[in-house]
């Protein structure tokens, strides 16, 4: 690898990282529902808790998933 295609890699890691930072800020300023959603299960006992975040695990790889499928058709133009 030379020094460009390090530079673009870590130029494209940045831009990934800016954007899922300024999502998690969003979400933390306008108290997005992510976790405790419909369909996401808890159960609590005394002294133990067991969560498993079903429809936000379902939403999140959604978004991902089409994310992720434009940057790489952007990337191979």
Do not use: H
């Not at 306008?30 to 067991?50: A, N, Q, S, V, W």
């Amino acid at each position: 690898m030379n020094l460009l295609q390090i530079s673009k890699a870590i130029m494209i890691l940045g831009a990934v990282l800016l954007v899922l930072g300024g999502g998690l800020y969003l979400m933390g300023k306008f108290d997005l529902p992510l976790g405790r959603l419909p369909g996401d299960i808890r159960f609590k006992r005394e002294g133990f808790t067991c969560f498993f975040p079903l429809v936000t695990s379902i939403i999140l790889s959604i978004l991902l998933t089409l994310g992720l499928n434009l940057l790489a058709k952007w990337l191979n133009k």
